[in-house]
């Protein structure tokens, strides 16, 4: 069975591009549109992995991390931030939300696919 990935990104090119890189590597994908499109899907359906944004409009990634962790079916599920912003307080305050790994975009395919493969396996 295939695992899980949920994109969380405003911006269609970054959800698609972000979406063909994971499928390509072998794991199912959903998208959503923002933090609270994707806190609804974490209600619908497991994921074994999430990828999110920070900057979007409504519930930033930040929010939408600590509303995830407080469900206790992702308190432990893996939480890669992928973002613009590269200050060392962002990736603290990420942290702090319950990411377990901060990207700055633009995200090299070949290093998220590693890191979900690392993370949570392949297939």
Do not use: W
């Not at 994971?22 to 994908?29: D, I, L, M, P, T």
């Not at 930033?60 to 992928?82: K, L, M, Q, S, W």
């Amino acid at each position: 069975m295939k695992k899980k990935v949920l994109i969380v990104d405003d911006s269609q090119l970054t959800r698609s591009y972000h979406s063909f890189i994971v499928e390509s590597a072998g794991f199912e994908c959903t998208s959503a549109v923002d933090g609270l499109d994707g806190l609804e899907k974490t209600l619908l359906e497991h994921f074994d992995i999430i990828v999110t944004d920070i900057n979007m409009q409504g519930m930033d990634g930040y929010e939408f991390i600590r509303r995830v962790r407080t469900n206790a079916e992702y308190d432990a599920v893996p939480i890669i931030i992928i973002s613009t912003e590269s200050r060392e307080n962002d990736r603290q305050i990420g942290f702090t939300a319950g990411a377990n790994l901060y990207v700055v975009k633009p995200a090299d395919a070949s290093r998220l696919v590693a890191s979900i493969n690392l993370i949570v396996g392949g297939e």
